[in-house]
């Protein structure tokens, strides 16, 4: 596991990035805001190398999501699948999956209650 960002105030976000079985797992910790949304793009949609085809990003250490999240994730989605890949999301708490679900973006994007779940899927 590689510890890329570590939270330094409380809501700050904290993103560790892992691989299981070759799919690239993303554990995400803290609030997604316009303050952090370029450190979220960043570790979904690296600039400094391909993107990866098959992510999943474990949301279930995230208390708040605004707009800026959701962008992103359209975003990497977007890129995921111009490679023939998938983005897939993973644990998303209540008030998040509330969002993901209001904006339609659970239609677009997989969205599973596990990680392993969303491994598997």
Same mark, same amino acid.
């Given at each position: 596991?590689?510890?890329t960002h570590g939270a330094a105030r409380p809501g700050s976000l904290s993103i560790r990035h892992t691989?299981?079985?070759?799919?690239?797992?993303?554990?995400?910790?803290?609030e997604i805001d316009h303050a952090v949304k370029d450190m979220l793009s960043e570790a979904l949609l690296? /600039?400094? @190398?391909?993107?990866?085809? %098959?992510?999943?990003?474990?949301?279930?250490?995230?208390?708040?999501?605004?707009?800026?999240?959701?962008?992103?994730?359209? *975003?990497?989605?977007?890129? *995921?699948? !111009?490679?023939?890949?998938?983005? %897939?999301?993973? @644990? *998303?708490?209540?008030?998040?999956?509330?969002?993901?679900?209001?904006?339609?973006?659970?239609?677009?994007?997989? /969205?599973?209650?596990?990680? !392993?779940? *969303?491994?598997?899927?």
């Amino acid at each position: 596991m590689t510890d890329t960002h570590g939270a330094a105030r409380p809501g700050s976000l904290s993103i560790r990035h892992t691989a299981i079985n070759g799919i690239r797992v993303v554990a995400v910790q803290g609030e997604i805001d316009h303050a952090v949304k370029d450190m979220l793009s960043e570790a979904l949609l690296p /600039c400094d @190398g391909p993107v990866p085809l %098959r992510t999943v990003v474990d949301l279930s250490g995230v208390t708040f999501m605004d707009s800026s999240g959701i962008n992103v994730f359209v *975003a990497a989605h977007q890129a *995921a699948n !111009d490679d023939q890949g998938w983005l %897939r999301i993973a @644990g *998303a708490q209540e008030s998040v999956l509330r969002l993901l679900e209001i904006v339609g973006l659970d239609e677009v994007i997989g /969205c599973h209650p596990t990680v !392993d779940q *969303a491994l598997t899927a």
